[in-house]
């Protein structure tokens, strides 16, 4: 079983704002980082540390974290947004790296 | 550009090794980590481990007796073995670059295109 928890699926409607949502223990003490992950490619990052996207992500996407839990916003969402999402950080020894579940996520 | 690349059998027997090597280019591998990450059809995203440019590794606890990772600066490439395969090890399989900023933050910033291993006689 994972130790970070994610929401099986999300929806959202074209333009409006959505958050995908994290928990675990260890996002107390590290940040997460997130990925999109579109049919048939590899995950893509998109936001790591307290709030850092790579070059060339959209600033639509943007993280958070609060308590145990951390979370991905993407503030209007787009037809291209539709994909898996996966949160990923330190397992509560700190010395090994756990996925969440992940969450899919449709666009209407 | 930093770019990874995964090769090695598409097919393993149950029992056998499977053995995949990943080749970086558009970056030295030294003072890296570099990840093995895989995906069975239509589920998750699971870290296999990690291994520093020094030999140093990390594995996941549920994989640690069967893994085992390698490094070969001379050829850019790093290399995963997984012993004992059963048809729940059928997977794509990732290489990853690892990036670390202090202690609170890791993330994985490059990755392979991926590549399937079947275990099947």
């Known amino acids: 079983s994972s130790e970070l928890t994610q929401d099986p699926a999300v929806s959202v409607a074209l333009g409006q704002t959505v958050r995908i949502t994290c928990q675990g223990d260890?996002?107390?003490?590290?940040?997460a980082s997130w990925y999109q992950q579109k049919p048939g490619q590899a995950p893509v990052l998109v936001i790591y540390?307290?709030?850092d996207r790579p070059s060339g992500i959209p600033d639509r996407f943007s993280g958070s974290s609060s308590g145990n839990t951390a979370s991905l916003t993407i503030t209007g969402a787009q037809a291209e947004d539709e994909a898996d999402y996966y949160c990923?950080?330190?397992?509560?020894?700190?010395?090994?790296?756990?996925f969440g579940g992940g969450t899919k996520l449709t666009v209407l | 550009q930093v770019q990874l690349q995964e090769s090695g059998p598409g097919l393993v027997k149950p029992s056998e090794t499977l053995s995949l090597t990943c080749t970086v280019s558009?970056?030295?591998?030294?003072?890296?980590?570099w990840s093995w990450i895989r995906q069975p059809a239509g589920k998750g995203l699971e870290w296999i481990g990690r291994?520093?440019?020094?030999?140093?590794?990390n594995y996941n606890p549920s994989l640690k007796s069967r893994v085992t990772m390698s490094v070969d600066t001379s050829k850019n490439q790093f290399s995963l073995k997984l012993n004992s395969v059963t048809a729940a090890d059928t997977a794509v399989y990732y290489c990853?670059?690892?990036?670390?900023?202090?202690?609170?933050?890791?993330?994985?910033?490059?990755w392979g295109q991926g590549t399937l291993v079947t275990v099947s006689s």
């Open positions: 291994i520093y440019t020094s030999g140093s590794t």
């Open positions: 990923n950080s330190r397992d509560s020894s700190g010395n090994h790296r756990v």
């Open positions: 990853a670059r690892e990036m670390v900023r202090g202690v609170t933050t890791t993330y994985f910033d490059n």
């Open positions: 540390g307290k709030n």
């Open positions: 260890s996002l107390r003490s590290y940040h």
């Open positions: 558009g970056t030295s591998i030294s003072n890296y980590y």
